[in-house]
């Protein structure tokens, strides 16, 4: 399952249709996809110093304009440029990171260059954005820092990419994933012998949890472009402040939507043989818990011979050497497992067969990113790109280009090609007119209504100075010499602003008239 909230939403509704029509049957949820919930708190965690920006600047700048890349050439020496920025995978972006640490002292050459006016200026947004980060003494300190941080992803991200049933170990390796986090500023006697459950309730807002910012580890890198920056203790003091935020945001992030909130999840570690050689009496534990959540979703008739066949595995077969020494990455764990429970524990291997099948992310939807990011040029709309993945999906379903099968259905789509393109302009033109259309009908509407209000507030004053200029001329009439004079004089100024404002009022209204006929015809 993917980790929008429109996936939980539709998980709920479809959660209630089985409940009707089955009576009583649930699906066994086990959380939002792994991977899509760390990219996503990532991007949380970094998005206070719009790094983006900067990195997508960088690499904007260059793409395909061959001048200014032989400029930049002929100044620093260098061929090496900034890569492209992902937007939609944030931690896939840590070879950006380092490319951009690699060339940022060519580009300062590049800029320098530019203000001395020995190049060209680009006069693009993405220069001006380059020319501000130029200006801020920190900006090393923070690439080192986004880099630190993507790197303590990397081996997880490395780990889950694949189809292979990892279920059993993604309780125990996001765990350590959130402590190898948490480690860098909070107090260590707070994550001690800490349960995977507390790890997603843990309170960050409580001070008293917290390292000083002073203490917060960002990493060596960023330590040592901090002690380069030549700033004030206070600017230095704000920045381990901004990382301390930025790692609360990451970690609440992932607390959030995390998978160790199921105990589906936790208990799935049962299946795990390090833990079944190590600690049996657990995993029997979890194992009945498992067998409760499935009885109890109706996805499981009956539970007793599961429960005392994996007690027999547990007792007989996991003192052997294999279960400690099982690495999930040169072996597979349904292969593992099924050599010892196939023939022996047939209702059992049943079981963990089911289990097995619960997915620990979307790994074929990542790779099908890494697609698109092969296929996709800038400026690519979503139709197109649509298309360019039907195209290769097609041609890895006939295993190459030269085995596509040339059928007469295909060479008959592609001499009409031309004519399809044709009537999409067409229907392409005729929508943004339409949208044209509209807008300006909304405009001279959101004007009208302007013009509505503005004649109602003008009425109002008029009113307004017409009452208090007759106050005054009454006031007037009980009084004598300068006094008279003195409130006659203010009574008619009044009126002659009363005037110039009827006057206004009529040239307010027929304007009125004028754009209410006018929008009679649009």
Same mark, same amino acid.
């Given at each position: 399952?993917?980790?929008?909230?429109?996936?939980?939403?539709?998980?709920?509704?479809?959660?209630?249709?089985?409940?009707?029509?089955?009576?009583?049957?649930?699906?066994?949820?086990?959380?939002?996809?792994?991977?899509?919930?760390?990219?996503?708190?990532?991007?949380?965690?970094?998005?206070?110093?719009?790094?983006?920006?900067?990195?997508?600047?960088?690499?904007?700048?260059?793409?395909?304009?061959?001048?200014?890349?032989?400029?930049?050439?002929?100044?620093?020496?260098?061929?090496?440029?900034?890569?492209?920025?992902?937007?939609?995978?944030?931690?896939?972006?840590?070879?950006?990171?380092?490319?951009?640490?690699?060339?940022?002292?060519?580009?300062?050459?590049?800029?320098?260059?530019?203000?001395?006016?020995?190049?060209?200026?680009?006069?693009?947004?993405?220069?001006?954005?380059?020319?501000?980060?130029?200006?801020?003494?920190?900006?090393?300190?923070?690439?080192?820092?986004?880099?630190?941080?993507?790197?303590?992803?990397?081996?997880?991200?490395?780990?889950?990419?694949? *189809?292979?049933?990892?279920?059993?170990?993604?309780?125990? +390796? #996001?765990? @350590?994933?959130?402590?190898? $986090? /948490?480690?860098?500023? =909070?107090?260590?006697?707070?994550?001690? *012998?800490?349960?995977?459950?507390?790890?997603?309730?843990? +309170? #960050?807002? @409580?001070?008293?949890?917290? $390292? /000083?910012?002073?203490? =917060?580890?960002?990493?060596?890198?960023?330590?040592?472009?901090?002690?380069?920056?030549?700033?004030? +203790? #206070?600017?230095?003091?704000?920045?381990?402040?901004?990382?301390?935020?930025?790692?609360?945001?990451?970690?609440?992030?992932?607390?959030?939507?995390?998978?160790?909130?199921?105990?589906?999840?936790?208990?799935?570690?049962?299946?795990?043989?390090?833990?079944?050689?190590?600690?049996?009496?657990?995993?029997?534990?979890?194992?009945?818990?498992?067998?409760?959540?499935?009885?109890?979703?109706?996805?499981?008739?009956?539970?007793?011979?599961?429960?005392?066949?994996?007690?027999?595995?547990?007792?007989?077969?996991?003192?052997?050497?294999?279960?400690?020494?099982?690495?999930?990455?040169?072996?597979?764990?349904?292969?593992?497992?099924?050599?010892?429970?196939?023939?022996?524990?047939?209702?059992?291997?049943?079981?963990?067969?089911?289990?097995?099948?619960?997915?620990?992310?979307?790994?074929?939807?990542?790779?099908?990113?890494?697609?698109?990011?092969?296929?996709?040029?800038?400026?690519?709309?979503?139709?197109?790109?649509?298309?360019?993945?039907?195209?290769?999906?097609?041609?890895?379903?006939?295993?190459?280009?030269?085995?596509?099968?040339?059928?007469?259905?295909?060479?008959?789509?592609?001499?009409?090609?031309?004519?399809?393109?044709?009537?999409?302009?067409?229907?392409?033109?005729?929508?943004?007119?339409?949208?044209?259309?509209?807008?300006?009908?909304?405009?001279?509407?959101?004007?009208?209504?302007?013009?509505?209000?503005?004649?109602?507030?003008?009425?109002?004053?008029?009113?307004?100075?017409?009452?208090?200029?007759?106050?005054?001329?009454?006031?007037?009439?009980?009084?004598?010499?300068?006094?008279?004079?003195?409130?006659?004089?203010?009574?008619?100024?009044?009126?002659?602003?009363?005037?110039?404002?009827?006057?206004?009022?009529?040239?307010?209204?027929?304007?009125?008239?004028?754009?209410?006929?006018?929008?009679?015809?649009?």
């Amino acid at each position: 399952m993917d980790g929008p909230n429109v996936n939980f939403r539709f998980l709920e509704l479809l959660q209630s249709d089985l409940k009707e029509m089955y009576g009583g049957a649930q699906l066994v949820a086990v959380g939002s996809c792994g991977l899509h919930t760390l990219h996503n708190a990532f991007k949380a965690g970094f998005s206070m110093w719009q790094m983006e920006k900067l990195l997508r600047a960088m690499h904007t700048l260059f793409n395909n304009v061959p001048a200014r890349r032989e400029d930049y050439v002929t100044v620093t020496k260098s061929s090496v440029f900034p890569l492209a920025f992902c937007g939609h995978r944030w931690l896939e972006n840590l070879p950006v990171v380092q490319r951009a640490l690699e060339v940022w002292p060519f580009l300062q050459l590049y800029a320098d260059a530019v203000k001395k006016k020995e190049l060209p200026n680009p006069g693009t947004g993405s220069f001006e954005t380059i020319e501000a980060a130029q200006k801020d003494r920190l900006i090393l300190a923070k690439l080192q820092f986004f880099a630190t941080i993507a790197r303590t992803f990397q081996p997880f991200l490395k780990r889950y990419q694949t *189809d292979e049933p990892a279920m059993p170990f993604l309780a125990s +390796d #996001l765990a @350590e994933l959130m402590k190898s $986090l /948490l480690r860098r500023f =909070v107090k260590r006697e707070v994550l001690q *012998d800490i349960t995977k459950l507390q790890l997603t309730k843990l +309170d #960050l807002s @409580e001070k008293k949890n917290l $390292l /000083l910012p002073q203490k =917060v580890d960002i990493g060596l890198g960023a330590e040592k472009a901090l002690k380069e920056s030549a700033v004030s +203790d #206070l600017r230095v003091l704000e920045f381990r402040s901004d990382c301390m935020q930025g790692l609360t945001n990451i970690v609440r992030k992932v607390q959030e939507k995390s998978p160790l909130k199921y105990t589906t999840v936790r208990q799935m570690a049962c299946l795990d043989p390090s833990n079944m050689f190590r600690d049996p009496d657990r995993c029997k534990e979890q194992m009945k818990g498992l067998v409760q959540t499935f009885l109890q979703t109706k996805q499981l008739s009956g539970g007793d011979v599961i429960l005392q066949q994996f007690d027999a595995l547990l007792t007989l077969e996991c003192r052997n050497e294999e279960f400690l020494s099982f690495q999930p990455l040169v072996r597979r764990l349904d292969t593992f497992l099924w050599g010892f429970l196939n023939r022996t524990y047939p209702e059992a291997w049943a079981f963990c067969q089911k289990l097995l099948l619960l997915s620990h992310g979307q790994a074929s939807v990542e790779r099908g990113f890494s697609v698109n990011k092969e296929v996709e040029t800038d400026n690519m709309h979503e139709e197109t790109m649509v298309a360019h993945r039907l195209v290769c999906d097609y041609v890895d379903l006939h295993g190459g280009v030269t085995k596509v099968p040339l059928t007469k259905e295909l060479l008959v789509s592609v001499g009409a090609a031309r004519s399809r393109y044709r009537v999409f302009l067409d229907q392409q033109r005729a929508r943004k007119e339409g949208e044209a259309r509209t807008q300006k009908r909304k405009l001279a509407e959101d004007y009208l209504t302007d013009l509505k209000k503005k004649r109602t507030t003008v009425q109002e004053v008029c009113t307004c100075l017409t009452t208090e200029a007759d106050k005054l001329a009454e006031e007037a009439e009980g009084k004598s010499g300068s006094k008279m004079a003195q409130l006659l004089s203010k009574s008619n100024a009044l009126r002659r602003a009363s005037k110039d404002k009827m006057t206004e009022l009529k040239k307010v209204e027929e304007e009125i008239t004028i754009k209410a006929e006018e929008l009679r015809y649009m």
